[in-house]
């Protein structure tokens, strides 16, 4: 798809007098202001899936129409921006999910060697997970040494409300994102234990904002139990280390496994992110 057809129509104008005048007088132009201005398209983007026309995108950025129309063109050209319709002007394009991809191996490679060390001290099975949009997706595992283990298959999807390493992810959201994230999750409730209100669910998740730990006691399925801690990457992006267990161990491992992710965690987290 080429920029003539992607901008076309009312899209695609030719600069004005007046926004020719607004480009001389903006702050002086570089690599690093470029960069940011593409980055704060993608943003508001990625605010509107539906997409956004060339003005749409220049009022909510406060920059020319000129400009942005440089910007998305650059943007589609890397294919980081398609066409969304006739009358929505632009989305985000498929070249991001290859980026996201790559970002998600990097976490695997990075964790992978501290969920070696954490399942090779409790004998259990430990997963790394990353949020993907109103789910999440296991991406790596170590699996434990007992007979008797919980496992789940690398590329598979489980809820959030209902999964330990769901609720250590949303208990690490802002504000804003989780509230976002509660217009279009619906709380199933799996079995008699899952939290199917947002107030109960609420509270659970401040108890796991001042401990760092959330567990799941059986709300997902029935004889599995897990403890899990969230991990905030530099690029923003969360992720989670989560231990599931057979009930009938559970207890008596349960303070073990805690601390064996406290540990492990707050050091991979230094390694992983900036910081919570």
């Known amino acids: 798809m080429t920029n003539g057809t992607l901008l076309c129509g009312r899209e695609r104008e030719k600069m004005t007098n007046d926004e020719v005048k607004m480009e001389d007088n903006s702050a002086p ?14 943003r508001k983007l990625q605010d509107h899936p539906a997409g956004l026309t060339l003005g749409e995108l220049a009022k909510l950025l406060k920059l020319p129409r ?32 290859a980026l996201a991809a790559a970002t998600r191996f990097e976490i695997s490679e990075l964790a992978h060697p501290t969920l070696q060390e954490i399942s090779m001290q409790c004998g259990e099975t430990v997963d790394l997970s990353v949020l993907d949009g109103n789910k999440l997706v296991f991406v790596d595992q170590v699996a434990g040494g ?40 619906k709380l199933t409730r799996l079995t008699d234990n899952t939290a199917s209100t947002w107030e109960q669910l609420d509270k659970e998740l401040e108890v796991i904002r001042r401990t760092g730990i959330a567990l ?37 491992t349960r303070v073990q496994l805690e601390e064996l992710l406290k540990n492990h965690c707050g050091k991979l987290q230094q390694s992983v992110g900036a910081g919570r």
């Open 216 to 252: 799941d006691l059986e709300e997902n399925s029935h004889g599995i139990c897990a403890v899990a801690m969230a991990l905030v990457l530099s690029n923003g992006e969360l992720a989670a280390v989560s231990i599931p267990v057979p009930t009938q161990r559970f207890e008596s």
């Open 29 to 42: 132009r570089s690599g690093v202001q470029v960069i940011a201005r593409a980055a704060a398209v993608l």
């Open 146 to 185: 007992h007979r008797l283990r919980a496992e789940s298959a690398i590329g598979v999807s489980f809820t959030l409300h209902s999964t330990a390493p769901g609720k250590a992810m949303m208990a690490a959201m802002s504000a804003d994102n989780l509230g976002k994230l509660k217009s279009g999750l």
């Open 66 to 97: 000129s400009t942005v129309q440089r910007i998305v063109e650059a943007l589609a050209d890397e294919n980081f921006v398609i066409a969304a319709s006739p009358t929505r002007g632009v989305r985000l394009g498929p070249a991001l999910l």
